[in-house]
């Protein structure tokens, strides 16, 4: 089991919080007050700078960390997951801070700024027929529908409300479907998510986490 290091977050965490003074902006009379690198629009209080300190100048998240890629989601489930964050109904102490710090305006334009990313995509590689079973075909047998089914071919994500699993770290995604288990995030249209990841097993988890992520097991001595 992966450390829920996410959640738990020291040096990213701390600098995306030394960010939000200059990228939110305040009342001081002063240049460092302007929003940096500002991609909102009039009234918005949007800066991508915060989000880089974390997620990467480009979205690209943290696979070491466990933070998600966000370039290339659509607008409306960013949207949905900021205002989630500002509610603290999906819950994480950085996310729910910067939510709720920005406005309404603003998490518009933070949903828009990385959607109109172009999202980008890690080869699966060639698996194990036992290592994507899941992912691809389910378990009928306890009710449980291939992730596939929902989220697209390879897990590139499908309308507005199901995201890309494709390249997101395993860590996230398997931070995500314990979230899911635990209630500690919205459980996604017709409650689905939350009804499919109680029926998950650890092991379920991670191989469906590691499979998505596009990277392997490490073995013993160190070597993928």
Not at 46 to 72: Q, T, V, Y
Not at 169 to 192: D, I, M, T, V, W
Request: contains cysteine; aromatic residues 8%; charged residues 20%.
């Amino acid at each position: 089991m992966y450390k829920t290091k996410y959640f738990e977050r020291g040096k990213a965490s701390l600098k995306a919080l030394l960010f939000l003074p200059l990228a939110f902006g305040t009342h001081a009379e002063t240049s460092l007050s302007q929003p940096l690198i500002s991609a909102g629009g009039e009234g918005s209080n949007f800066s991508e700078a915060a989000c880089a300190g974390c997620h990467g100048n480009e979205g690209d998240g943290n696979a070491a960390e466990g933070i998600p890629r966000l370039r290339g989601l659509s607008a409306t489930y960013l949207r949905e997951q900021l205002q989630a964050f500002a509610s603290d109904e999906r819950k994480n102490p950085v996310m729910n801070s910067i939510a709720q710090t920005l406005s309404t305006d603003g998490i518009t334009h933070a949903a828009n700024y990385y959607a109109q990313l172009p999202p980008l995509y890690r080869p699966l590689g060639v698996k194990a027929e036992s290592d994507n079973e899941l992912a691809t075909h389910g378990r009928w047998s306890e009710n449980i529908p291939s992730c596939d089914d929902c989220h697209g071919p390879e897990g590139k994500g499908v309308g507005e409300n199901f995201p890309a699993l494709n390249g997101q770290p395993a860590l996230y995604l398997e931070n995500q479907l314990q979230a899911f288990q635990k209630g500690s995030r919205p459980p996604g249209p017709l409650h689905l998510m939350k009804n499919i990841a109680k029926k998950l097993s650890d092991a379920d988890i991670r191989t469906i986490s590691l499979y998505y992520s596009g990277s392997t097991p490490m073995t013993t001595g160190g070597q993928p």
